[in-house]
């Protein structure tokens, strides 16, 4: 039997919520994306002010989800 895994990453820049819900290659993307895109383009946010949330899979249908550490030495 295969297990599914249904882990979900939010991305926040700064306080606010930038990308919700994501799988973890829809996270790796947009996370690589966003750290070269602020430091290509002039704005307000710098590479210090993204981070990321993941989430464990829900519990039940739509039960809510299980904030998991974030591991420091991840690749990300």
Known sequence: M???DDTTWHIY???RCIY???TEEEFEEKWQL???MVDLISSDYSQDDLS???LAPKVGLGGPGKLLPVDEEHSY
């Open 2 to 4: 295969t297990e599914i």
């Open 52 to 54: 990321y949330e993941r």
């Open 13 to 15: 820049a700064k306080d």
């Open 34 to 36: 966003l750290q070269v």
């Open 20 to 22: 919700h819900n994501l």
